[in-house]
């Protein structure tokens, strides 16, 4: 069954530091999303990505964060200079879109990002 | 903006028994609400998506309800296992093309 993938599942760095994460999102779909979920709270929404641009994006997601998809298959978050507040499991999740804007969606992983 | 809420206190079960969850939101009635699925340091799974015209979906033993008069959703596991044992996410499109989710409630199904 196809599933979206997330490198790395765990990314130590320090404050200041610049971190690229990577999704493979599932291939035949057209919305990609950035959720990140703080230990012990709720999961919550970051920026979703339709046809080669940003469609929406949170408060959160200010100008530290960037979204790239380089090729064909990857989808990428930078965030430029992390902060400690940016400690998180970061997700990435893909939608075919059928459902109409945000249906059902699917998610990676996660890759655990502790900033020292 | 749109909040849900579910409750936070964990559901504890006999295995066999139906459990039963609630996720209830405060303002616009959505076109649809989902529910996932998500377990300790994973991320969450989608299970059923319910739109503002079906009152009731199902989906092998589970089935969700939807009220827009009462702003609620309920969600229901039948003959309930320990494999069920997860936190269980309400969600709602936040706009046109973003998720919002709701805290969680931890279900935990003992033998």
């Known amino acids: 069954e196809p599933e979206v993938t997330q490198t790395p599942s765990h990314q130590v760095t320090q404050m200041g530091q610049e971190v690229i994460l990577r999704c493979v999102p599932i291939?035949?779909?057209?919305?990609f999303y950035w959720y990140r979920q703080i230990l012990g709270q709720k999961v919550e929404f970051l920026v979703s990505?339709?046809?080669?641009?940003?469609?929406?994006k949170s408060e959160i997601f200010d100008d530290q964060f960037s979204v790239e998809r380089p090729d064909g298959s990857n989808f990428t978050l930078k965030i430029r200079s992390t902060k400690l507040e940016d400690s998180a499991m970061y997700f990435c999740?893909?939608?075919?879109?059928?459902?109409?804007?945000?249906?059902?969606?699917?998610f990676g992983p996660g890759t655990r990002l502790t900033v020292l | 903006s749109q909040k849900i809420e579910q409750n936070s206190e964990a559901l504890n079960i006999q295995e066999g028994k139906t459990a039963t969850l609630t996720c209830n939101y405060t303002?616009?009635?959505?076109?649809?609400l989902q529910w996932y699925r998500q377990d300790p340091g994973r991320g969450p799974v989608f299970l059923l998506l319910?739109?503002?015209?079906?009152k009731e979906k199902r989906k092998e033993r589970l089935k969700v309800t939807f009220d827009t008069t009462l702003k609620q959703s309920l969600f229901h596991i039948t003959a309930s296992q320990p494999a069920d044992s997860a936190t269980y996410l309400c969600?709602?499109?936040?706009?046109?093309?973003?998720?919002?989710f709701g805290a969680g409630t931890r279900l935990a199904v003992h033998p």
């Open positions: 969600a709602l499109p936040g706009g046109y093309n973003k998720l919002i």
């Open positions: 990505f339709y046809n080669n641009e940003i469609s929406e």
């Open positions: 303002n616009y009635s959505p076109a649809y």
């Open positions: 291939s035949n779909h057209l919305y």
């Open positions: 319910i739109r503002e015209n079906e």
């Open positions: 999740a893909s939608s075919a879109g059928t459902s109409g804007g945000a249906g059902e969606q699917f």
